[in-house]
Every structure is written in structure tokens, then in C-alpha cells.
């Protein structure tokens, strides 16, 4: 018995779960509502406004929350029913149960994820037709680690916490972190550093702290695929940066538009797959640090 058997039973009990199945079909169709009528109020519409839309609500909004939601009880549950007892009793380590809960919920979420980027191309094609293929490609890839990082960092606050009230505070104080907190912070050190808020262009270092937040990281990377600014869901710019107000109306406040000549390699598109993955690995190790040091009983 491994982490395999592991996965694929805990994999099996959450796919006949009615309440994922409900989540992911009211995602499909407020996805399906909100791009069918945001694309008719576009006068020249196109595919990559739909990859727009759904950065900006379903990938920076329902994907997270949704991993979350599947993943900070993967291990906890176990652990205040007892049943960790019982896969221990069936030679499992606690190293087994991690990367087992680990695979299961990160392949229900991938299967989610999946089914909503194929439900969005299908929009793209009854709308346009045709598809931009090597940007729907990487939309897909960066959905997929987004996903993934925010499951894991759900398993890894599931493997420290000894109680569900735990868990889920440390599952929603991720999200808090990530959508409302972090860009102050990193605008807060540089007033510290510099004496000032950051304008329109900005030094690197605080792009590049900006870009360390999984979801920044993702919109920024959107952004460069769509080839035009994808805003988040909290405007920080206008409220903790000195920037125009016409640059945030005009769309102007991609990276490019805020560095001095080429865009950096650590703040390039690709370069966020690998942001994306250090959530992956980080959550997970340090949770199983404190999983394994823990007191069971």
C-alpha cells in the first residue's frame, strides 16, 4: 500500500461528492453568463477577451477558492475522525497520507479546471470561430499551476493545523493574504525604502515582490498573453500607488508599460510558471515538516 492507493480512494470519494459536482456546475454557468454578455458589450470582440473574462473572474477568483474549499480538509478531516489511525494501521507513513491527499485533490481540481478551460474554448469557437492556439495553450497551462499551487497550499495548511477551525482560518487567511493584503505590503516597504509611493514606473524589485503573490503572478502573465492589462480584483494601484488615474483607465498598467526598456526575464510569462510552482513545492514541504513532528494522539 502507497500514497498511490491513497490518492485513488480519496480521489474516488471526492469526484461523488454532490457538493464539488454543484460548485464546479455554478462556476460553468456564471463563467458561461459572464462572458457571453461581457463579449456582447464589446464593439470588435475577440478570443482573447474571453481568456480576458475569465482571468479576471474565473482564474483570480472561483479557481482559487475552489481549491481551497477541496483541499484544506484533506488531511485534518482525517485526523479529527481517526481515521489516520486506520491507514497507519494498513502500513501507510505519514508521508504516504500527504502525497496522496496531495495527488487526489490536485487531480480533482485539475479535472475542474480542465472541464472549465474546455467549456471556455467551446465559447471561443461558437463566438470567433478560431483560436489564438498557442495562447489558449499556455492560458490552460497557467490555469492548471494556479490551481495546483492554491491546492497545495489548502493540503499544506491541512497538514500543520491540529482542527478543522484551523484549517479553514488558515485557508482564508491565504486568500485575504493574496487579494487584499499583499500589495499593500510590498507598496508599505517601498515607502519605508524609498519615501515615497511608487509611481507609474517602477523599480523591479517591486514588481518582482509583486509578482511573488501566486495570483499576481498569474494576472501579470495573463496580461502579457492577452496583450493588455487584466486588472485584479482589488484596483491597489489607485490606492496605494501614486499612479494616474487616466493609466489605470487607459488599460496602461501592464509591466511593460511600467519598466524602463525590456521587460525582465523574472517578470516574463514564463517566469510565472515558475513562481506558480515554488507554491506548489513550499506549502507542501513545510507542511509535512510539522505533519510529521506532530503529536497524533
Not at 12 to 20: G, K, L, N
Not at 43 to 52: M, Q
Amino acid at each position: 500500500m502507497t500514497w498511490v492507493a491513497i490518492a485513488r480512494k480519496d480521489f474516488e470519494d471526492i469526484v461523488r461528492s454532490r457538493m464539488i459536482w454543484g460548485i464546479i456546475g455554478i462556476f460553468l454557468v456564471l463563467m458561461g453568463i459572464v462572458t457571453v454578455g461581457a463579449s456582447s458589450q464589446i464593439e470588435d470582440p475577440a478570443a482573447t477577451d474571453v481568456i480576458f473574462f475569465f482571468t479576471n473572474v474565473g482564474g483570480q477568483l472561483f479557481v482559487p477558492i475552489i481549491a481551497l474549499v477541496v483541499g484544506y480538509m484533506a488531511i485534518v478531516g482525517e485526523r479529527q475522525s481517526g481515521s489516520l489511525r486506520i491507514l497507519f494501521g494498513l502500513s501507510h507513513n505519514r508521508r504516504d497520507v500527504l502525497f496522496g491527499k496531495l495527488a487526489s485533490r490536485t487531480g480533482v481540481i485539475a479535472a475542474a479546471t480542465l472541464i472549465a478551460c474546455v467549456f471556455t474554448v467551446v465559447l471561443m469557437l461558437a463566438l470567433f470561430g478560431s483560436l489564438p492556439v498557442r495562447t489558449v495553450l499556455a492560458f490552460v497551462a497557467l490555469t492548471l499551476l494556479l490551481g495546483a499551487a492554491f491546492t497545495a497550499i489548502a493540503v499544506g495548511v491541512s497538514a500543520m493545523t491540529a482542527t478543522r477551525t484551523q484549517a479553514m482560518g488558515g485557508a482564508i487567511g491565504s486568500y485575504i493574504l493574496f487579494t487584499l493584503l499583499w500589495h499593500p505590503l510590498v507598496a508599505g516597504l517601498h515607502y519605508l525604502l524609498e519615501g515615497d509611493l511608487v509611481g507609474l514606473e517602477a523599480p523591479g524589485w517591486y514588481l518582482f515582490a509583486l509578482r511573488l503573490n501566486p495570483l499576481e503572478a498569474y494576472r501579470q502573465a495573463m496580461s502579457l498573453l492577452v496583450d493588455g492589462y487584466v486588472p485584479a480584483l482589488v484596483g491597489w494601484e489607485t490606492i496605494v500607488e501614486d499612479v494616474p488615474q487616466g493609466a489605470f483607465q487607459q488599460g496602461t498598467l501592464a509591466v511593460s508599460d511600467r519598466v524602463v526598456g525590456d521587460v525582465p526575464f523574472y517578470l516574463s510569462e514564463w517566469f510565472a510558471a515558475v513562481v506558480l510552482a515554488v507554491w506548489i513545492v513550499v506549502p507542501v514541504a513545510i507542511g509535512y515538516r510539522r505533519f510529521e513532528r506532530a503529536d497524533l494522539n
